[in-house]
């Protein structure tokens, strides 16, 4: 947690997009596998707000990408390190 990141709307955005999406993502492929003669969902309120998410979540990430650090790897500065390999890990 940041206090660039406004109410947590990265955090919860990002968790939304996640914890929803990736299962939501396996199971379309799973379903789809195993009965091909069914095409896979691509529109629908769920997939929209999954849509929806992304977006907030990337827009929100512009405040936080500001954190800058001089030293790579600096385990001083997390959250620099964290935008500076793309938010992987150290946010």
Known sequence: WTRA???HIHAVSGAYFLFLGIPWLVYS????????SVPM???GPFLT????AGLVNAL???P???????K????????ANGFTFG???LT
Request: proline content about 0%; hydrophobic content about 45%; cysteine-free.
């Open 5 to 7: 990141d406004f109410m």
């Open 29 to 36: 492929h799973v379903t789809n596998a195993l009965d091909t």
């Open 41 to 43: 969902a691509t529109s």
């Open 49 to 52: 707000s999954l849509l929806v």
């Open 60 to 62: 929100s990430a512009v």
């Open 64 to 70: 936080m990408s500001k954190f800058n650090s001089n």
């Open 72 to 79: 790579m790897l600096d385990m001083r500065d997390l959250k």
């Open 87 to 89: 938010g992987t890990g």
